[in-house]
């Protein structure tokens, strides 16, 4: 018989007991007890003699009945004693458990508190060379802003210096130019008025006699040569047409004179701007042509004046034997670059050996030229 069909069988010894088939129910808790003994199973064996006590007793044999009563009593017994000192010892296993768990707990502990120390301790030594850092870094950055503080400082003052000493040369340049163009102005002046004039009234008196034809083409020439070098030294119509059209005087006369090709491109951009600026425009523009004809060995320059949304600018450009910008002189266009800088302009020169130079000067509409008469 299995262990698991013990409590079945029990039962059923005890429902037979009940109905009074008493040996048949002392025969079924034999069986009981015998598989029991075999598997250690002391629980069921101490219900076996219980049950086995009632049935005798019941069947009129009492001396067994006690018999198996006193051997349930002394299972039973045995069984409390031994569940007591399995109690006893899983409590002292507990106990020993929980000292040792106790022990292990303190150490740990201890562990603990040496650990936390040694991070305190790592976390304070971090903190103070942290600080010294930072004040060191903190000293340096007082120490850094200083020095750039001065640094700014004297970089101000040399910026001041060199915008007054700017200042200085384009206020020197500006009464260079306006004595120029004044010196210009009273010598065209002169010319017009007094030797004009004279060399008109002896036309008139030639003309009233009988001079030699001779004499009349030699007044001719002295009177155009009388009102070419005038219009040089300002062209009228610079002032009362535009720049467009001194230029365009200006370049019949350069073709007369230097054989090199002109190739004209005017905007009329002169009644917007102001006269200071077309004087400056135009002399900047003599004097570009007039270096391609002395020394760039050119046949052929073009002029080209336009107007965008803000600025004016001016281009010569020649097919001449060209330069190296590199290695260009200060002297190099000094009054083109002095007359750009008073129109607050920008200059460009792009140029090398053989192929000829481009000059570029730009600048903005509003420009008033400080050089006016």
């Known amino acids: 018989m299995h262990a698991s069909r013990l409590p079945t069988v029990l039962n059923y010894a005890q429902m037979l007991i009940r109905d009074g088939a008493h040996q048949e129910g002392i025969r079924q808790l034999q069986m009981v007890l015998r598989v029991s003994h075999?598997?250690?199973?002391?629980?069921y064996t101490t219900k076996a003699y219980a049950k086995l006590s009632?049935?005798?007793?019941?069947?009129?044999?009492?001396?067994?009945?006690?018999?198996?009563?006193e051997r349930a009593n002394r299972l039973s017994n045995h069984i409390m004693n031994a569940d007591r000192l399995r109690k006893i010892d899983e409590m002292a296993i507990r106990y020993r458990t929980a000292e040792k768990e106790k022990q292990l707990a303190l150490a740990e502990n201890k562990?603990?508190?040496?650990?936390?120390?040694?991070t305190q301790q790592k976390w304070i030594i971090t903190l103070l060379t942290m600080g010294i850092l930072s004040t060191l870094l903190t000293a340096r950055t007082i120490l850094q802003k200083r020095r750039v503080a001065r640094l700014k400082l004297e970089i101000k003052h040399q910026q001041e210096l060199e915008q007054a000493q700017k200042a200085k040369e384009l206020a020197a340049m500006q009464a260079l130019f306006s004595g120029q163009e004044q010196e210009r102005k009273r010598i065209a002046t002169d010319l017009h008025d007094s030797l004009g004039g004279t060399l008109y009234a002896l036309q008139l008196q030639l003309a009233k006699s009988k001079a030699p034809e001779e004499q009349h083409h030699i007044l001719q020439r002295a009177l155009a040569e009388n009102r070419r070098i005038s219009?040089?030294?300002?062209?009228p119509t610079l002032t009362q047409i535009g720049l467009g059209a001194a230029l365009?005087?200006?370049a019949d006369e350069f073709r007369s004179?230097?054989?090199?090709?002109?190739?004209?491109?005017?905007?009329?951009?002169?009644?917007?701007?102001p006269e200071g600026t077309r004087i400056s425009l135009f002399r900047i523009a003599q004097e570009l042509m007039n270096n391609v004809a002395r020394h760039a060995a050119a046949n052929q320059v073009w002029v080209q004046l336009y107007k965008t949304t803000h600025s004016v600018q001016?281009?010569?450009e020649d097919d001449g034997q060209g330069f190296d910008t590199s290695s260009t002189n200060e002297l190099f266009l000094k009054t083109v670059s002095s007359r750009t800088r008073l129109l607050h302009g920008t200059l460009h020169v792009d140029s090398s050996p053989g192929r000829g130079a481009t000059v570029i000067v730009e600048v903005p509409v509003q420009?008033?030229?400080p050089v006016v008469s």
Do not use: C, F, K
Request: hydrophobic letters at 40%; zero cysteines.
């Open 54 to 69: 009632e049935a005798h007793l019941l069947s009129g044999a009492p001396e067994q009945a006690l018999m198996y009563q």
């Open 257 to 273: 004179t230097w054989p090199v090709s002109v190739d004209l491109h005017l905007e009329e951009t002169s009644y917007e701007l």
């Open 111 to 118: 562990n603990l508190i040496q650990s936390q120390r040694l």
């Open 38 to 43: 075999e598997q250690d199973l002391n629980t």
């Open 367 to 369: 420009s008033v030229s």
């Open 231 to 235: 219009e040089n030294l300002l062209p």
């Open 248 to 250: 365009q005087e200006w």
């Open 314 to 316: 001016l281009t010569v």
